[in-house]
């Protein structure tokens, strides 16, 4: 920025920028208005001064910016930013902020505020109708609750400061997003470059079990006759699948996954016993629940009353739900992988601890339940005379394999995927962790921005698809050149309604008329592949015919491997 006397200043914005960049933030993606002009000019200084910028990433619309954002933290670990318009930005974030929350994603949100100045009397105040309306009580009011920190930049003179707080805070277990704010004219404030050392700014350490913990978990794991272990997003960190294999393995425990959402521990593992604690929990007479927000609903199963239950969790008080409690006889707040590690290390140390024979026969006892487990999900899947989930699945596992990203979103089809599409090797599944469908398109491409040699494809219901918005999704694969293959499992409607309602009122009104407002079938269908061709250039195909789904779905990736988006639809029993 030039001052009254063309002296070239250091900006807010500028201080901003390379707080960012020292805090190893690689991308930016934006959806900018009125208030990014000092931005925008600090960015266009950086680059004919010679100075470096993120990687400026554009987004049409916010639910993709902040879900790339996410599945590159994901993917990576790494936090990145988002930067949205004032309230109406921050609005669109919509349930995107909730995934990220319940995610554990660290995200750096960035949202500019309407100017404080009307008369001229600060350079950056308001000059344009839009920035009164946009002027609202509580702007960061609208995402406070699903955030870890919200604060407004109030002088450029520790922006960086600020900037290295938020992202330290994002960082630190239980990861999360936060939201910072700034005017034009802060932004536009003579501010100064701190040269911060950023390893003084680095998350906190991760936390062991203490003393006690350790000693009381390892006799409750040691004596217990049933024990079972359940977890959903221990696996975040890639190293704990396999320091969570070797605790099951000595002991010979098996390990349900439920509502996971990463690859925690691999599925063809004969000790791996599904993704439903029901049939299991009612028996154990001891579980233990690594990272798991909700291990069984109580109001449906849960554990007998004399079983010993544990709890190991970054965040085992679940602070940010209100109405939550799961009894257990220990709540430990420390991190999976440094807690798996304590507890093999402990093992390996006093084998007298292990009881041999009765872990043998347990072991043997739970890879028969797995064998008959596999076999009962193999059933059903041949084709007749349209396409099930089944089928399409396994078909889908034709054409991957083991390095393959997946990222699942495919709500009531979910449960197949799961069954059907094992996932072995850490950091090969994801999901969006939270509530708010739409997350999968800008998943991807987060994840092919940070690893272009992933091999990404997506699985979403049609419902999902709908909400990612599709058209700036592959507006941006096709710009940014991240291609990723997206099949739909499209019923055309929302099944989960009408599943729950049909349990909660068997003999209701709804399932006497068969009515149950979730249906999206026309006829014709809607073409929702054709989205994706005319947004980006995708190939685009709908599917019906079970005799065509493999060729289809070989032609989807041979159309990737050449950088181009696939999106298959393909067309299952309407709901």
Known sequence: MQNEDRRVIYTGADALND?????????????????????????AKSKEEGRKIPQIIISPHEIPALSAAQGYAQLTGKAQAVFVHVDAGTQNLGGMVNNALRCRA????????????????????????IQFIQDVKDQSGIVRGYTKMNYEYRTAKNIQQMTYRAIQIANSDPQGPVYMMATREVLNEESVDTDDDISKWCAVSPMGLDGESLRILIRALAEAKKPLIVTSYSGRNKECPVEL????????????????TCMNYPGDNSLHVGYDTRGFIEHADMVLIIDCDVPWVPSITGPKKNCRVFYLDVDPLKEQIPLWYIKSERFMRADSLTALRQLNDRLRQNPELMNQKLIETRRAKVHEIHRRMRGEWADDQEPKDHITPEFL??????????????????ITSGETINRLLPRNKPGTLFSSGGGGLGWNGGAAIGMKLACPEEDIVVLSGDGSYIFSCPTAVHWMAAKYKTPFMTVIYNNQGWNA??????????????????????????????????????AGGAFAKTVSDPNELPKVLAEGREAVKNGIAAVISVMLPTV
Do not use: M
């Not at 020292?22 to 208005?33: E, K, M, P, R, T």
């Open 245 to 260: 294999e070797r605790l099951a393995e000595s002991l010979a425990i098996p390990v349900v996954e439920i509502n996971r």
């Open 393 to 410: 699945t396994r078909c889908l596992k034709d054409v991957i394999n083991d390095d393959t990203v997946i990222l699942c979103e495919a």
């Open 497 to 534: 309604p009408k599943g729950i309602t049909k349990a909660q009122h068997p003999y209701g009104f709804a399932v006497r008329a068969n009515e149950f407002y979730s249906s999206l079938a026309i006829d014709p269908p809607a073409r929702l592949d054709l989205v994706a061709q005319a």
């Open 19 to 43: 707080a960012l960049l020292s805090a190893g933030i690689d991308c930016v993606f934006l959806n900018s208005g009125t208030d990014y002009t000092p931005i925008i000019e600090s960015w």
């Open 106 to 129: 660290p995200v750096y949100i960035f949202a500019g505020l309407a100017p404080f100045t009307i008369e001229g009397e600060l350079h950056g105040g308001r000059d344009s109708y």
